[in-house]
């Protein structure tokens, strides 16, 4: 995968943060997703959400696993820390680097086969244990990197490319994290910016396990199978001598609506996905409350977006341990390597 830059010199007009910064500082390199993807979406919120709160890039941590998804931390701070894991394990490698240093600010970017399917475990455990970080998922149903197959959290009759419909129910990742004991649990739209960066930065500011779900359409594999100018058609018909690739430019998928309204969204392939956003009469405090209005918008064919459930008095996972207060990194080697003695003690207690 090639990486191209952005050029460094920028109008000297543009506005400025507290730090005094653009939002230039915080981008990355250019986009090499598909034009129209809504992950190109969610990367702009996240961009905008550090620009706002004034979050200096190198006090921030952005961790990722495989796939489209965990490709995005390319594209944002790129001045900040990252790792780029292996598939499904972006929460270990988050839960280390936590634990090392508890001063820094940890995004984690996973897909919905990223999470909901080889990184599950990895993704429940990371919940259970309360891990201080903001863990956004870019769920668009379906594995991008792998031409189009449906992902563990893809709607049970939701037809395929191909024309296929899924045998399988979904797995639905806020009821899980709320069942999980995630203190933060909210779901949006990525042509949502309104709603999404505010979302984006409650997430960040929160104390705990923060869980953002983002509905993010994949403009590659959503396209209609049976239109005779669907890419598998033309395939099917063309008699070239080579084989090319070739994706159509989207436009960008975006809405506007009102608290308390839902909104019917015409994806590229004109199939509709229609969005219920939360108003003042939903209690995010009562987490069977949260999940009982999941699954009564589901029934209607309709997600439920906005902050579903929060927990203000939750412990994070150094509370728990009750670690000391000082990152790791910077406490003396008598302190990390105590002596035998006290590991005979910490031995002795473990029999």
Do not use: W
Request: with cysteine.
């Amino acid at each position: 995968m090639s990486y191209i830059s952005k050029p460094i010199a920028h109008h000297p007009a543009l506005p400025k943060n507290a730090l005094g910064l653009t939002h230039r500082e915080y981008e990355g390199s250019m986009s090499t997703l598909c034009a129209g993807c809504g992950h190109d979406s969610i990367t702009a919120a996240i961009i905008e959400a550090c620009f706002e709160m004034d979050l200096p890039a190198h006090r921030i941590a952005k961790i990722s696993g495989i796939g489209c998804s965990s490709k995005t931390p390319t594209y944002f701070l790129g001045r900040s820390h990252g790792f780029n894991s292996v598939h499904g394990r972006m929460p270990s490698v988050t839960t280390g680097a936590n634990m090392a240093n508890r001063d820094l600010v940890y995004i984690g970017i996973s897909g919905d086969g990223d999470t909901a399917s080889i990184g599950l475990g990895q993704f429940c455990h990371a919940v259970r244990r309360k891990l201080n970080m903001t863990y956004i998922v870019m769920n668009n149903g379906c594995y991008g990197l792998t031409k189009g197959q449906f992902s563990a959290t893809n709607d049970k009759s939701s037809p395929s490319k191909k024309g296929e419909a899924n045998p399988f129910e979904a797995i639905d990742l806020c009821q899980m994290a709320i069942q999980l004991g995630a203190g933060f649990v909210a779901r949006s739209f990525s042509g949502d910016k309104r709603q999404l960066i505010p979302l984006i930065k409650a997430a960040i500011s929160y104390k705990g396990f923060a869980f953002l779900d983002v509905i993010s359409p994949c403009v590659t594999f959503n396209n209609h199978a049976q239109a005779t100018k669907s890419f598998e058609y033309v395939r099917a018909h063309n008699q070239a001598i080579g084989r090319l690739d070739y994706v159509e430019p989207k436009e960008e998928i975006t809405v506007d609506y009102a608290s308390g309204e839902s909104k019917a969204v015409t994806m590229h392939d004109g199939s509709h996905l229609i969005l219920h956003k939360l108003d003042k009469g939903h209690d995010p405090r009562d987490s069977n409350a949260a999940i009982q209005t999941i699954r009564e918008n589901a029934a209607k064919g309709e997600v439920a977006t906005g902050l579903l459930y929060i927990n203000e008095a939750q412990q994070d996972l150094h509370d728990v341990l009750a670690t000391d207060d000082r990152p790791l990194n910077v406490l003396p080697m008598s302190e990390l390597c105590p002596g035998s003695k006290a590991l005979e003690g910490i031995n002795a207690r473990l029999r």
